[in-house]
């Protein structure tokens, strides 16, 4: 059964707060698209009311029928997305969703950012447009290949690691990508590149460490999420915080 949109939790005043609001939501909208698009299709019933996608702050996603109060709290994404699921070409009906996505974005962050001085409402657009849009994130996805670093047969592609004996090493957990074969650096990047934290929305970089979710298959910063490598070496099974406080609820 459909939910309807989850209230807004918070106020976000702040440059990094609304950054922070921006990128969950953005993130939530690429996993929509790229790594749980079949699910998002399967949402978008062309039989049913009008309905919307919406990303949450929390990194989720959901497609449901808008606010009914008028005028919202929030501004509303695109409406009836759902219609046009079998009357078109499903990429280019998926992209179309991707660009109405961006826009919802931006109309949220600056909702928000509306009392901001120009300075701040500079920095903030500054902060948003250091990450690809969800259209780009959607655009650039390879054949067979996701954002959330799963390929079409379902394996994590990022699921072993190769130490320095050139053994693969079982382990959710990416270390920065290693120089060590020549042959495999343009693979291991263009992989890597493809992928966005689950947390901070923010893409792969080389340079900083990542572990994966063994549950949701999301990725995430060990910043972010507070492990460092040197826990990831002893943690079989990684449950991002997401899928541990889900699990407790239970």
Known sequence: ?????????????SVEEIFKDFSGRRAGLVGALTSDVDD???FCDPD????????????TWEVSPPADEVPPELPEPALGINFARDGM???????????????WLISVAFFYGARLNANDRKRLFSLISDLPSVF???????????????????????SSKRGND???????????????????????????TETFCGSCGGLYNANEFWIGCDICE???????????????????????PDCSSKKMRQ
């Not at 049913?48 to 990194?59: D, I, Q, R, S, T």
């Not at 070409?89 to 826009?103: F, I, N």
């Not at 020549?182 to 990047?189: G, H, N, T």
């Open 1 to 13: 059964m459909d939910m309807p949109p989850a209230p807004v939790s918070s106020n976000p005043r």
């Open 40 to 42: 998002f299709c399967s």
């Open 48 to 59: 049913k009311e009008n309905l919307c996608l919406y990303g949450l702050p929390n990194g």
């Open 89 to 103: 070409q499903r990429r280019d009906w998926l992209s179309l969703v991707a660009v109405h996505s961006d826009s």
């Open 136 to 158: 780009e994130a959607f655009a650039d996805r390879k054949h067979g290949r996701d954002r959330s670093g799963v390929d079409s047969s379902g394996k994590s592609r990022h």
């Open 166 to 192: 050139g053994h693969a090493k079982n382990s959710r957990a990416a270390a920065p990508a290693a120089k060590e074969y020549d042959d495999d650096d343009d693979e291991e990047d263009e992989e890597h």
């Open 218 to 240: 999301r990725w995430f910063h060990g910043k972010c999420v507070r492990i460092t490598p040197a826990k990831a070496e002893h943690i079989k099974h990684y449950k991002c």
